[in-house]
T-cell receptor, first 111, second 114 residues
Framework: GDSVTQMEGPVTLSEEAFLTINCTYTATGYPSLFWYVQYPGEGLQLLLKATKADDKGSNKGFEATYRKETTSFHLEKGSVQVSDSAVYFCGLVSGYSTLTFGKGTMLLVSP | DGGITQSPKYLFRKEGQNVTLSCEQNLNHDAMYWYRQDPGQGLRLIYYSQIVNDFQKGDIAEGYSVSREKKESFPLTVTSAQKNPTAFYLC?????????????FGDGTRLSIL
């Protein structure tokens, strides 16, 4: 079945540091890939998505590139802010299945 | 503004009691979902519905029930058969269950056992 593996957190960074959160997947066919963000006490918000190989999703300074050869969709940001502190979820949808999530990675950014 | 409303934000259940969590959306979405979130386990799908009067079990449906009588509403009942109901419950919707449609989430209901 489909699965998503994310790096375990928490990831702790200082403001303006470079961020990478790794995400790899296993899926049948050609999945669409997503990153969602969850701020404390809230639901998930779509951060970015990519629907085919080599697509780059981007939003709010975050980027992720759909790498079919390495089955990866790593999230990056060049300079994090304290307000980026949240839990980040990688997810995929394959065929007509429902969304499969990774376990989430907590990011803590200090001033 | 369109969105998903979950209520209540906090809910307490006594042993042996059924409770119902509300989820309403005004996005005109066909598909709706219920997830359970536990620390360190990410989100797990409980039930989903692609159309009114139809729904399917997700990965952890035991001890839960749903109904979909109206397009905008998808209530979740946590029954007394669910032995470990303490969790954060999230409702979501999407235009339809096709591969590139993102899901929109409510702000969740936190359920605790008294």
């Amino acid at each position: 079945g489909d699965s998503v593996t994310q790096m375990e957190g928490p990831v702790t960074l200082s403001e303006e540091a470079f961020l990478t959160i790794n995400c790899t997947y296993t899926a049948t066919g050609y999945p669409s890939l997503f990153w969602y963000v969850q701020y404390p006490g809230e639901g998930l918000q779509l951060l970015l998505k990519a629907t085919k190989a080599d697509d780059k999703g981007s939003n709010k300074g975050f980027e992720a590139t759909y790498r079919k050869e390495t089955t990866s969709f790593h999230l990056e940001k060049g300079s994090v802010q304290v307000s980026d502190s949240a839990v980040y979820f990688c997810g995929l949808v394959s065929g007509y299945s429902t969304l499969t999530f990774g376990k989430g990675t907590m990011l803590l950014v200090s001033p | 503004d369109g969105g998903i409303t979950q209520s209540p934000k906090y809910l307490f259940r006594k042993e042996g009691q059924n409770v119902t969590l509300s989820c309403e959306q005004n996005l005109n979405h066909d598909a709706m979902y219920w997830y359970r979130q536990d620390p360190g386990q990410g989100l797990r799908l409980i039930y989903y519905s692609q159309i009114v009067n139809d729904f399917q079990k997700g990965d952890i449906a035991e001890g839960y029930s749903v109904s979909r009588e109206k397009k905008e509403s998808f209530p979740l009942t946590v029954t007394s058969a669910q032995k470990n109901p303490t969790a954060f419950y999230l409702c979501a919707s999407s235009e339809e269950t096709v591969i590139d449609q993102p899901q929109h989430f409510g702000d969740g209901t936190r359920l605790s056992i008294l």
